[in-house]
């Protein structure tokens, strides 16, 4: 029952639209900042360790802003996951690809790509797939029935 629920609501989130859901990750951010929890005490340690020199109100600047946009991230991902990929295609510049990494995609060679979870990487999926075939590495959720509803979307 829960696992249904889960793959409804993210369903849900996959068609609503995206200014709708930024603004709604942009709200829950805003409460990952005022109520404390896991999230907010790994951003404020990785905060600290990486920018020692901020001041105190610079880093919780930091740290607010951050919990948003990791909350719009979380939000937008069931678009990217259902939404149509020639959708998403005309949202991305193709031209940004290096010349040689698409020349070795296109004749099916493999390349290795790595890249850091910054903003919405899900999006890569629809871009490197446009190029040629693409295979991701992940670690599986921790949350049990998401991972199924990960890989459709996939």
Known sequence: MQTRLLRFFIRFLGILPLP?????????????????????????????????????????????????ENAITLLEMPAVWYGETQAW?????????PDEIRALMQQGKG????????????????FFGAIGKATGLYRPPRKEGLESVMLEGR
């Open 111 to 126: 390349v290795v790509i790595a890249m850091p979870h910054l903003g919405n990487f899900e999006i890569s999926a629809h």
């Open 20 to 68: 709708l859901l930024r603004t709604g990750g942009r709200f829950v951010g805003w409460l990952a900042y005022r109520i404390p929890n896991r999230e907010q005490e790994n951003t404020r340690t990785n905060i600290d360790l990486c920018f020692p020199d901020l001041s105190a109100e610079e880093k919780e600047a930091l740290i607010e802003e951050t919990l948003k």
């Open 89 to 97: 295609l005309s949202r991305l510049d193709m031209g940004r690809v």
